[in-house]
């Protein structure tokens, strides 16, 4: 029997970017899907209504949530989740995300050969370009043109079809060949991290270790992430539960584009991201994950190994020693963070 997979999408306004990213999912899809799910948190520049003429118009199988506020990413992806067939896969892709022809059938299959081998399985995702320079093109000379001078246009574009035009000349003026040839050039390739942008939720992980804790979704409204996606990853690495991204299905995130399109300024945004950050770090200081995140399998066998081990040495240093981390918190902060803990137990 065939894995049932369900795709959900987060949007909250920023209609051109959610108009690319959907018709990419579903143009370059090559797997049934059960349902497409949308959670909207409370837009209004008319998001709701152009991805239902989507949907209906593309005869698909669907489901929209819209919430009347911002709710946050943590409750929004929640809802999307338990809206999925309860036996299904759930594949969540943020509305920045942009997705490679044939996206869909490699993750799936990345999942179902770790099941296969009976290894827990919680994540499978693509390789999100710029944020895994591993390889020979996608590298750090990449990244550095792609930030100084591609992303300010991507970010500031306001038309659907100059997003599609302007993520042609990121990848050599055509999206869609360059990721059909970076799939072939890297096919067996597999890394142990997948970023949350976009990512395969088994339903397994899903039964077992549960959702992403909403308590992190608070100061969403404010700029802030949240770190429910950090949060999730110490769960699921406690329940024995892997997450690896295999290079056969290819995206490209705009990074940071639905979030930092929210009219706050930086400090707002930091401080939101801050006090969200430290509270899970916090969390995991008192009760440290139970084993190290060690794939079983090999990896990275053909992907630059001086971009890995930069990589892997940025990821270490962020998360290695949680107890030598400096947040960067006032006082005034951290009192305030401490006060919330004491009254969350109660004391």
């Known amino acids: 029997m065939a894995t049932k997979v369900s795709v959900m999408m987060l949007t909250y306004n920023h209609l051109p970017y959610t108009k690319v990213a959907l018709e990419y999912a579903i143009r370059y ?53 338990r809206a999925a067939d309860p036996n299904s896969d759930v594949v969540m892709i943020s509305n920045d995300v942009f997705v490679g022809p044939n996206w869909l059938s490699p993750l799936v299959k990345c999942a179902e050969w770790h099941r296969e081998r009976k290894c827990k399985i919680g994540w499978v995702g693509p390789f999100l370009s710029p944020e895994l320079p591993f390889d020979n093109i996608v590298n750090d000379a990449f990244r550095k043109q792609y930030f100084d001078f591609h992303y300010p246009r991507l970010l500031h574009c306001q038309d659907a079809e100059q997003m599609r035009f302007l993520l042609d000349q990121v990848y050599d003026g055509d999206f869609e060949g360059f990721a059909l040839e970076f799939v072939q050039r890297n096919r067996g390739v597999r890394w142990d991290e997948v970023p949350s942008m976009m990512f395969y939720w088994t339903r397994e992980a899903i039964n077992e270790v549960g959702y992403f804790d909403e308590q992190f979704s608070e100061f969403y409204g404010r700029g802030g992430w949240g770190s429910e996606d950090v949060d999730l990853y110490f769960r699921m690495n406690n329940a024995g539960f892997y997450r690896v991204c295999t290079f056969e299905s290819f995206a490209s995130h705009l990074v940071c584009g639905t979030t930092r399109k929210i009219t706050l300024d930086d400090a707002q945004f930091a401080y939101g991201d801050i006090q969200t950050g430290s509270k899970c770090l916090r969390k995991w200081i008192k009760h440290p994950t139970a084993q190290p995140f060690v794939y079983p399998y090999d990896i990275t066998p053909k992907a630059s190994k001086r971009n890995y081990d930069q990589w892997l040495l940025r990821k270490n240093t962020q998360f290695g020693d949680l107890t030598k981390l400096d947040l960067g918190l006032t006082k005034e902060q951290q009192a305030a963070i401490d006060a919330e803990e004491l009254k969350a137990q109660g004391l």
């Open 29 to 81: 899809c090559d797997y049934a899907v059960e349902k497409w799910i949308l959670v909207d948190n409370g837009s209004t520049d008319g998001t709701v209504e152009w991805v239902t003429k989507l949907f209906v118009d593309s005869n698909l199988p669907y489901q929209i949530i819209a919430h009347p506020v911002n709710k946050g990413i943590a409750v929004g992806q929640n809802d999307g989740a």
